[in-house]
């Protein structure tokens, strides 16, 4: 069993620059692929950035270049960082983890999630 805690998310200006973290408990941390998806009010939940556990790394072209994801397996924890921030980036923000080396832009194949974190975006 994982248990993923996302923190890090808040109210934001456009253009802001937040981190999320997602801190991960279990020993095998480093063996899961891990994800982070969004959704948004009225719509369906998506990826937006995945990460394997040998580091092959997954970005949604409307984050591609403003985004990062990273992982640190010494700590169990994935980020992601976020840059250049826009109003339609609001959205609650989840972390997923995938007991298989490979991700996914899938979020039925993941197998943990944690509860989410809600990034808002003002304008």
């Known amino acids: 069993q994982v248990q993923l805690v996302e923190s890090g998310g808040g109210l934001v200006q456009a253009g802001g620059s937040p981190r999320l973290s997602c801190a991960a408990s279990?020993?095998?941390?480093?063996?899961?692929?891990m994800g982070w998806f969004r959704q948004a009010p009225g719509k369906e939940r998506e990826s937006v950035a995945t990460?394997?556990?040998?580091?092959?790394?997954y970005y949604a072209e409307s984050v591609k270049g403003r985004f990062t994801i990273s992982r640190d397996n010494a700590v169990n924890t994935v980020y992601l960082q976020m840059n250049s921030l826009k109003p339609e980036d609001t959205a609650v923000y989840y972390c997923?983890?995938?007991?298989?080396?490979?991700?996914?832009?899938?979020?039925?194949?993941?197998?943990?999630w944690g509860q989410g974190t809600q990034v808002t975006v003002s304008s």
């Open positions: 997923a983890a995938r007991r298989v080396a490979s991700s996914s832009r899938e979020d039925i194949e993941y197998d943990y």
């Open positions: 279990g020993r095998t941390f480093s063996r899961y692929a």
């Open positions: 990460i394997s556990w040998y580091g092959s790394i």
